[in-house]
């Protein structure tokens, strides 16, 4: 399984982006895909989960009501749609997908919120 993000970028406060997981490979078998972030000195979080089956979703307390994670099984593409944006949302956000016991990780995509 292929990981591939995109959409990061620098936003003032308040603002929105939204992210990109692409999906390939072996990818019938992912259930879950997911959304974690890193910032410098801090543990990797998660931010949003959902399921490929039952779209169950999943949020960080930090983001929700402002962050949406969704998915299009057509095109094996996770989004994530990031509104109200704050500084301590800056990161580097991996996506993730889960087949059977194994985790994928994408590269990560840099998103940076300004004051």
């Known amino acids: 399984v292929q990981l591939v993000e995109s959409g990061g970028g620098s936003v003032q406060a308040g603002g929105s982006l939204r992210l990109s997981c692409a999906a390939s490979?072996?990818?019938?078998?992912?259930?879950?895909m997911g959304w974690y972030r890193q910032a410098p000195g801090k543990q990797r979080e998660l931010v949003a989960s959902i399921t490929t089956g039952g779209g169950s979703t999943n949020y960080g307390d930090s983001v929700k009501g402002r962050f949406t994670i969704s998915r299009d099984n057509a095109k094996k593409t996770v989004y994530l749609q990031m509104n109200s944006l704050k500084p301590e949302d800056t990161a580097v956000y991996y996506c993730?997908?889960?087949?059977?016991?194994?985790?994928?990780w994408g590269q990560g995509t840099q998103v940076t919120v300004s004051s």
């Open positions: 490979g072996r990818t019938v078998s992912i259930n879950f």
């Open positions: 993730s997908a889960r087949e059977g016991p194994f985790d994928y």
